[in-house]
């Protein structure tokens, strides 16, 4: 029965996979046949919003973000070099937008401070020329802005963001050091098998005193030097009681453990196709998760990234690597990669990743773990009912700057003086989740 | 009111108080075997045996404790390039065109994962409004239909389109070489671009013959129109701007013509409300219980050779009120009131008033014409120059087209979307005649009659698969997308008739260039064909003249951001644009008189058979669509079967005959030399003498859930001075021994004697808002009398963020049952079959309740009231979980499993419920729904329930929404999957959501705009304001005595008739 329930949502995933491939071919047709913005929400027929203008800084580190971050930085050379005065290091901002755009163009057409560029580098920056020469202006004015403030500024916020991400890991651990009570624990064993020792050795002392004195009465003699019963003891019902209760618990407790771990996959590891490494993509380049989880800020799924994603960089990065090759391999064959999937949330459970992402503001790391330490990603949490309703309960809604929430903080505050959590607005309720 | 009493009764088994009804209603669920058949005792697998069930059980727990060793890999398969519009689990909405047949309806498609799973209105048209009816809702099924033509067939052997194209084009060559003749039949065609591909067609085939026709059709206004005004066409109806309306056998609201937008138009005139204290008035002539009779305020029963009777009587009454001169005939005997007094109301509405006939004689229709000028209705609510191009087929060239292909006279045949052989009034001489046609070629989607009949089927695509335009209505044009790409090897209809035609275009490519050429130019608001094209494939629609609908977003709901959320449309009705009246009419109405007067006779002895169009099935195109099959006809409220309503006064001569439970007997019923067994219902408001019989069932050819499923009455109808009758005088109908049962839903489900529907006529109304209110005080030590919802046992529960909640106006809900298929397809509400349905166990979230109620005296004995039961009045009253805040439900679980959250709603919790159904014994609006089977699985019991049994038809499932598993109970959940998504959405952009942006699936649906759904703590809401208006006024709570305080709530039913409620 409670396989058939688990089952039932199941299918639909074997309809949506069935689905995604019919819709790989429908994809094709929507481009070459309609190239049409595709009209996405027919209920809303806003005006397309107009393009953001040139040179904007803000707008600028927006575009960074999105295409430039994840080989560049200001400050340090990543995959590329840093870009801290690179506008100085060119005769204007058109020539460097137009090597930004067609830097193998500019490289192979002689221009040398490019080509020392990549005899230092030894690749070729991929073509960027789907930006708008806008775009690529904002991003430059970015630059120019980043440039003027100081080494040591610029560098402050990474360093902060690191400490702050140390500070919550020294937070979630905070309380008692859990070695510090092995250590007493330890301490205290040692002592009572002391007193045990001690106390053995005043009764054999105080035994043979006894057996020397002759002064003593039949009945205390008797009962002084008599031998311990043991048999009566082991056999007394309250022992066979006390022995049976804490064996009956013993075996209820491994049970419910191991019953209540079926179907917990923590450190769940499959093999994956391509052994991508997140320790190296999401540590140390630091590539926002976003970048690559493209539904993490907008929907319910976080998404697998399609190999477009990967070939972003990986056409001009590593491309000699036996990995690479079966990304192209793959777009060669029009198949695409079958990854394993790592978190698998029950089917009767709704899961959105944006509502925790986006409204909860919650890090990705406090679900997934430190996923920019693994090597192998695996499953970090029990992804149980009551670790999620754990959260819940424990969890303080991001109210801040959020007007839907302004009225519920108000009644809040009218009740109590404690923080809102997730579960004072109905966070615990059935149909939160299941539907 | 004093002296009259009036009754609510559901079925006559209920007025009459049959035991077995009594026993039934009494039970929440039916004494039946848990096992589905007798024939059949297995459940997936048990056979019921104790030691089986322990054998099951112990591999079971050994399968389950293996199981855990070893979670399934599970595979994520992301896209080699990923669009960039798409995200997975995120719905995409494409705007697009539903024309099946006759019918048509704007529609956004819902897309998840890439596939189609939900059908919404369009807002942005001004034909249909937004509204969408049963049976588009359900045409989402037959795209994953897995009997669907999966690649192109000669001699029902598939093959490659190479070969196909070319033996059937060197067979048409050879034919058009010979100048052999070629017949080119197909339904009517609603879009420009294939009339144009259609015109090259005839460029290469010179000698081929287009022969156009429409299963139901409307021959008798086509040529009307030509004898009044010169030309053949449908007008634009406007029951909007009518006061008045009369309709002879016209089921404007269910079947007729453009029924979706012909009901969003009537439906806003039942909405009276202080600032606007009016109604429309409907008299409705007709022989069968329709929806449109059943919404009528008076409803004259008349039989259909009668009908010309009263069209000339009236048209005499207008007349002679008017001092114009009158026609011939039109004598009278029965009704002379109703007529009369719908006289006096038309002339007193002249201008603004409507009659329409849903008769196929030209002759009612040009008296009908008649009058319709006499009052001045055109170019008032009549529109001439906005024709409606969804009906133009003339009977006459069907007819034409057979007696030649008997005569041998036609070498190649091409059906083009359409199934003559089934559902034309030939189809048995058409079948015979197919014989000497050399090259027989269908393009059709789906296997039918026809398609059986001929060599060659070109598969075509589903609508959803396809590129196209429309044109429902002259100037007013809407675009069809793909919202997903073939699913089979199939070729959509407009390139095999290019292809063949010699133009290798593809249908995006064409239909694009058309609208290049001949709809770009209509415009002058986008300066580039691209932008035009872009938009109006966003918008899905463009109208001729409409002012620009990104011009006009003054009106519309935008976030606190200014991104519109949703356009204003509402003031750009198609009417206000309507050029003025210019055609002048010139019919000779005394020549139609005497006609009329020789062919109807205002009394006659014999007994008539109405055939007409079932609201569900229409004429069968979607038979093998199980939701319609299993969708509960609004009147009769039965589903899998066609069946003969009889009235009660035949049902008395055959021994007091009675159905009772589903329990009936077959009869024979002979039709000229034709004889066909089929099931009877007696059926309360059937005239005197006539018995009715539905289209679209008894297909041989569609599929499982078609196949014999009923019995085929189009082979009953007769085609007679070039128009298919509707009707056939002097048939017999004999009772046989024979016992059969009919699944009829009507009794399931019952309150027995409650005072739950209540409502009063719009003069009542206007002395008092509250008329026919029923509020119930109970007595208490201290405070005397106060109301029953004063009082409680409960603390109540808080609502403090939102405040979910419904209110249904019964005066606007025509019971057409939108809602019912779109819950339905949202919500994964399995199909369960006809042997379950008779167990009372259907499955639908929202039922809509049928009352019928009849108005009697103290001491009238049970004839009497039953008397009164022949024309009852009806009321229609949808019925969904009420969302009780003190819910009985929620006491009784003995696991919590159905718990009340803070928004109001009751939720159910699927894994946690075990089973006991006490919920659903402790429920007063019996709402809630158990699985006794795993429908989604049970391949062998519930064959017809396709939708989960393949691969392919579980893509139509919602993936937000659990399939449930045997032994859970289940209903109604207010859509929560909408609210949460709504909520987040606003959550995501900083605000509070705002009212119209979340809806369930059933308020979207409607198109008369009888569900309101919102947020009732949001004092802006539609909702919060209509509660806050019509409180202590037309706003109820059902079973408001028991104190269960609902979130839904009811406004009461107003009829505008002068006297009795």
């Known amino acids: 029965m409670s396989l058939n329930r688990l089952t039932s949502r199941y299918w639909v995933r074997i309809g949506a996979m069935a689905a995604t491939v019919l819709t790989l071919h429908f994809s094709a047709i929507a481009q070459d046949g309609a190239a049409t913005p595709a009209p996405a929400d027919g209920a809303a027929a806003a005006a397309p919003a107009p393009a953001a203008g040139g040179g904007d800084a803000v707008a600028g580190e927006a575009v960074f973000n999105a295409n430039c971050k994840q080989c560049h930085a200001i400050n340090e050379q990543v995959v590329g070099p840093a870009l801290r005065d690179a506008h100085k290091r060119w005769p204007s901002d058109k020539a460097l937008t137009e090597f930004i755009k067609y830097p193998q163009k500019t490289i192979d057409g002689g221009n040398a401070y490019a080509k020392g560029l990549y005899d230092k580098y030894k690749q070729y920056m991929p073509n960027h020329n789907f930006l708008k020469d806008e775009e690529i202006g904002s991003v430059i004015a970015w630059i120019k802005a980043e440039s003027a403030k100081p080494v040591t500024a610029a560098a402050a916020p990474a360093a902060a963001d690191g400490k702050g991400g140390a500070a919550a890991d020294a937070g979630a651990g905070a309380g008692i050091d859990s070695s510090f009570l092995t250590y007493i624990l330890g301490a205290l064993v040692l002592v009572l098998i002391l007193l045990i020792a001690v106390l053995g050795l005043i009764t054999t002392v105080l035994t043979k005193y006894l057996n020397n004195n002759e002064n003593l009465t039949e009945a205390d003699k008797e009962y002084a030097l008599d031998a311990p019963n043991y048999k009566s003891f082991f056999g007394s019902k309250a022992f066979l009681f006390v022995v049976t209760f804490i064996f009956t618990m013993v075996v209820l407790k491994a049970g419910f453990d191991k019953v209540y771990g079926i179907n917990v996959n923590t450190g769940y590891a499959p093999t994956q196709p391509i052994p991508f490494s997140h320790k190296l993509h999401a540590g140390t380049y630091e590539i926002d998760c976003g970048y690559c989880h493209t539904g993490v800020y907008k929907g319910k799924s976080a998404t697998i990234p399609s190999v477009n994603i990967c070939l972003n960089c990986h056409n001009a990065i590593k491309t000699g690597s036996p990995n690479m090759q079966k990304l192209y391999k793959a777009v060669e064959n029009n198949k695409p990669i079958e990854w394993v999937r790592v978190h698998n949330l029950p089917d009767l459970a709704y899961f959105n990743h944006s509502q925790h992402t986006v409204v909860g503001k919650i890090e990705c790391e406090k679900c997934h773990g430190a996923i920019k330490e693994m090597e192998v990603v695996e499953q970090h949490s029990t992804l149980t009912m009551g670790w999620c309703i754990n959260c819940h309960r424990e969890t303080v809604v991001k109210t801040e700057g959020n007007a839907y929430y302004d009225k519920l903080v108000k009644l809040h505050a009218d009740k109590t003086n404690k923080p809102m959590t997730v579960e004072n607005i109905g966070g615990l309720e059935c149909s939160k989740c299941h539907y | ?1061």
């Open chain 2, 1 to 1061: 009111m004093s002296e009259q009493n009036k009754i609510y009764w559901k079925g006559l088994e209920e007025l009459t108080n049959e035991p077995s009804f009594v026993a039934n209603a009494e039970k929440e669920f039916a004494s039946v075997p848990t096992a589905p058949s007798a024939s059949s005792n297995t459940l997936d697998g048990l056979t019921g045996q104790r030691r089986d069930f322990l054998k099951v059980m112990g591999f079971g727990m050994a399968a389950v404790s293996l199981a855990a060793c070893e979670t399934p890999v599970k595979k994520a398969i992301p896209f080699l390039n990923k669009p960039e519009e798409y995200d997975p689990s995120i719905a995409n909405y494409y705007a697009s065109s539903y024309a099946d047949g006759g019918d048509y309806c704007a529609v956004l498609v819902k897309t998840r994962e890439g596939r189609p799973i939900k059908i919404e209105g369009n807002k942005l048209s001004s034909v249909t409004q937004g509204g969408t009816s049963a049976r588009v809702q359900a045409s989402i099924l037959s795209l994953y239909d897995t009997e669907r033509f999966k690649a192109p067939t000669v001699r029902k052997k598939e093959t490659t389109w190479a070969a196909f194209d070319k033996e059937v084009g060197e067979k048409l060559a050879e034919i058009a070489g010979g100048n052999g003749r070629i017949a080119f039949v197909t339904s009517s065609i609603v879009s420009p671009s294939f009339k144009q591909a259609l015109a090259e067609w005839i460029a290469k085939y010179p000698s081929t013959n287009v022969v156009v026709y429409d299963p139901v059709s409307a021959s008798g206004i086509l040529n009307a129109n030509k004898a009044s005004f010169g030309s053949a066409f449908v007008p634009s109806y406007y029951f909007n701007k009518a006061d008045v309306i009369v309709s002879f056998s016209a089921d404007f609201l269910g079947t007729w013509l453009s029924s979706t937008e012909y009901t969003k138009q009537f439906a806003a005139g039942r909405k009276p409300t202080a600032d606007r204290p009016h109604m429309n008035r409907l008299y409705s002539f007709e022989a069968n219980l329709s929806l449109t009779g059943s919404n009528a305020d008076y409803r004259a029963p008349i039989k259909p050779s009668a009908e010309g009777v009263y069209v000339a009587a009236l048209y005499n009454a207008v007349a002679s009120a008017l001092g114009r001169p009158t026609v011939a005939g039109g004598s009278i005997t029965a009704h002379k009131d109703t007529v009369a007094q719908a006289a006096k109301d038309l002339v007193a509405a002249a201008g603004k008033s409507l009659v329409v006939s849903g008769s196929n004689d030209v002759n009612v229709q040009l008296l009908v014409n008649g009058i319709n000028e006499l009052l001045g209705n055109y170019g008032k609510t009549i529109d001439i120059n906005t024709q409606l191009l969804t009906r133009q087929g003339q009977d006459a060239d069907l007819a034409a087209f057979v007696s030649q292909a008997k005569s041998g006279g036609v070498q190649a045949v091409i059906f083009n979307d359409c199934n003559p052989v089934f559902d034309s009034a030939l189809g048995t001489e058409l079948k015979a005649a197919l014989g000497s046609v050399s090259l027989k070629v269908a393009i059709a989607s789906r296997p039918d009659e026809t398609t059986e009949a001929v060599d060659y089927v070109a598969a075509a695509h589903h609508y959803l698969e396809s590129w196209g335009d429309a044109e429902p209505r002259t100037g007013y044009y809407s675009l069809t997308q793909p919202a997903i790409t073939k699913i089979f090897d199939t070729r959509q209809a407009l390139e095999t008739v290019l292809l063949w035609s010699g133009n290798t275009t593809d249908a995006y490519k064409y239909v694009s260039s058309y609208w290049a050429n001949n709809v770009y130019p209509r415009q002058n608001s986008y300066g580039s064909f691209r932008d035009f094209w872009n938009y109006s494939l966003h918008d899905g629609i463009f109208e001729v003249g409409a002012p620009s609908l990104r011009a006009s977003t003054a009106g519309a709901v935008k976030d606190s951001t200014g991104n519109v959320v949703m356009p204003e449309v509402a003031g750009v009705g198609p009417f206000e644009r309507a050029s003025p009246h210019t055609a002048s009419f010139s019919a000779d109405v005394n020549a139609a008189a005497n006609a009329v007067d020789g062919t109807y006779k205002a009394t006659s002895t014999g007994t008539d058979l109405v055939i007409y169009e079932s609201i569900g099935l229409g004429v069968g195109r979607d038979a093998n669509n199980p939701w319609l099959q299993e969708f509960a006809d609004p009147v009769t409220r039965a589903c899998w079967d066609n069946y003969i309503t009889i009235p009660q006064s035949l049902a008395k001569t055959w021994g007091d005959f009675k159905v009772n439970e589903g329990d009936t007997i077959l009869a024979n019923l002979k039709v000229g030399g034709t004889t066909i067994k089929v099931p009877v219902l007696v059926q309360p408001g059937q005239a005197k003498d006539t018995i009715g019989l539905a289209l679209g069932y008894g297909r041989e050819v569609a599929g499982k859930a078609a196949k014999g499923v009923g019995v085929n009455a189009h082979k009953l109808l007769t085609i007679a001075d070039g128009a298919a009758k509707y009707f056939v005088a002097n048939v017999t109908v004999e009772k046989t021994e024979e016992k059969y049962r009919v699944a009829h839903v009507q009794t399931h489900h019952t309150i027995m004697g409650r005072d739950i529907v209540q409502g009063s006529t719009l003069n009542e109304w206007k002395k008092n808002p509250a008329a026919g209110r029923h509020i119930v005080e109970v007595t208490t030590g201290d405070k005397g009398h106060v109301p029953a919802t004063s009082m409680s046992l409960w603390p109540g529960h808080t609502r403090p963020n939102h405040a979910w909640g419904m209110v249904v106006d019964m005066s606007a809900c025509i019971g057409c049952g939108a809602c019912t298929i779109a819950c339905q397809v949202e919500n994964n509400v399995p199909v369960v079959g006809k042997e379950e349905v008779l167990n009372r166990r259907e499955m639908h979230w929202i039922r809509i309740d049928r009352y019928y109620s009849s108005s009697y005296k103290e001491g009238d004995s049970l004839s009497m009231k039953e008397e009164a039961a022949e024309n009852p009045q009806v009321v229609f009253q949808p019925l969904m979980c009420q969302h009780c805040n003190n819910a009985p439900c929620e006491t009784v679980c003995p696991v919590a499993a159905t718990t009340h959250s803070t928004e109001g709603l009751n939720q159910m919790a699927y894994n946690r419920c075990i089973g006991t159904r006490y919920c659903a014994n402790n429920c007063p609006y019996k709402v809630r729904r158990f699985n006794w089977f795993s429908y989604p699985q049970n391949a062998e019991n519930f064959p017809l329930n396709f939708p989960t049994l393949s691969d392919l038809g579980r893509m139509v499932l919602n993936p937000d929404v659990t399939v449930r598993a045997r032994g859970v109970m289940e209903k109604c959940s207010m859509c929560v999957q909408r609210l949460q998504e709504g909520k987040l959405n606003a959550k995501k952009e900083s605000r509070r959501p705002i009212d119209g942006e979340i809806v369930t699936a059933c308020a979207a649906a409607c198109s008369a705009g009888a569900i309101i759904f919102g947020d009732m703590n949001d004092a802006e809401s539609k909702i919060a304001q209509l509660m806050d208006a019509e409180s202590g006024k037309r706003n109820y709570q059902l079973l408001s005595e028991i104190n269960t305080n609902p979130s839904v709530s009811y406004l009461t039913k107003i009829r505008n008739t002068a006297d009795k409620a």
